[in-house]
């Protein structure tokens, strides 16, 4: 099995999943003053509405899942960074300040 990664952006009030890789958004992560910029592409219009409506509420995370190792999450802090969708191009913008990493695995045995 090869490594593979995903991409989650959730609603962190409800925890209502509102755009994933697994769904087919394509995904790139540049840093940019010191910044993290996230573009997903392939998002459908209701969805990246959706994300920036909720703005200020999201909760997006990447999950690295090694073929011969344990998970390791990421987390990403949005706060009242810029959030865009641009509906023509189905490409949705979000910027992080900051990434907290773990792994489940030293937590639960």
Sequence with gaps: MA?????????????????SSTDGAGYTFDEQDGLTLITLTGVPADKGAAVVEL???LNVFRFEE???G???????YVGDLPVSYDAEAGRLTITVQSEIEYR????WA
């Design 104 to 107: 489940p695995d030293q937590y």
């Design 70 to 76: 344990p998970v390791i999450k990421h987390w990403y």
């Design 3 to 19: 490594e593979q990664e995903r991409v989650l952006v959730k609603h962190s009030v409800t925890g209502r999943m509102l755009v």
């Design 55 to 57: 703005k200020s509420e």
């Design 66 to 68: 090694p073929a011969h």
